[in-house]
């Protein structure tokens, strides 16, 4: 599929060489990555973040924004520890197998979602 959309073709691109075009299709990525390693392990503070680290954060690098003022840990505890695993309690709890497989299925979509959202952000998937 790659192969037809060039898109995808660049995209996998700026992944395998950040650092070649840093003002191109790496600016994003690299303002994004800044912006997390200025939070470093335990974050600056919530709402000590400086937004000029990721400028258009308020698209698909919120996570980067998230990861400069709570830090790694936090970001770990926040989005896979206390939302997910709350979404699978909330599922234990519904009554009837229809409703916790709908959870699950929700809890699931929005796991996946966040998963590839901060795989992107991370650098970790293109």
Known sequence: MLSLFAHGQSRIQAWQALFDDPTGTGWQILHGLSGMYSGGLWGEG???GNPEYTPIA???FIYSMIGEELGFFGCVMVF???LFAQGL???GQTGPILRMLLCLRLTTVTATQTF???GGVTKFIP
């Open 116 to 118: 590839f959202n901060i």
């Open 46 to 48: 919530f709402g000590r």
């Open 80 to 82: 896979y520890l206390i």
């Open 89 to 91: 309690r909330i599922a």
């Open 58 to 60: 308020e698209s698909d």
